[in-house]
Nanobody, 123 residues
Framework: QVQLVESGGGLVQAGDSLRLSCAAS????????MGWFRQAPGKEREFVAA????????VYATSVKGRSTISRDNAKNTVALQMNSRKLEDTAVYYC????????????????WGQGTQVTVSS
């Protein structure tokens, strides 16, 4: 059982940077692969990025690749998403999630979810 809590969301202007964090509680955090997803109003939840349990190996959605970096600190049970050069279309609720199987890019296959944090990008 893993509990996840996101933080760091807020209002930013297009072109600015933002760092999202996810704090995990529960045993064996380091055995889970972690993912970030986002959901804009009226749209389906979509994959953003994922990182392997050992921090080696990352995958990014085309829409954020080159502008975002996912990282984790297993000693502190945290995972982060550094978001640079924000665009208007980045506006969404961002969720972190945990999964035991690597190679999962669909939200419905993840095992645990945080409550989400709102990111709003303005012009």
């Amino acid at each position: 059982q893993v509990q996840l809590v996101e933080s760091g969301g807020g209002l930013v202007q297009a072109g600015d940077s933002l760092r999202l964090s996810c704090a995990a509680s529960g045993r064996a955090f380091s055995t889970y692969h972690m993912g970030w997803f986002r959901q804009a109003p009226g749209k389906e939840r979509e994959f953003v990025a994922a990182i392997r349990e050992n921090g080696l190996g990352t995958v990014y959605a085309t829409s954020v690749k080159g502008r975002s970096t996912i990282s984790r600190d297993n000693a502190k049970n945290t995972v982060a998403l550094q978001m640079n050069s924000r665009k208007l279309e980045d506006t969404a609720v961002y969720y972190c999630a945990a999964v035991l199987r690597w190679g999962v890019w669909s939200w419905h296959e993840y095992d645990y979810w945080g409550q989400g944090t709102q990111v709003t990008v303005s012009s």
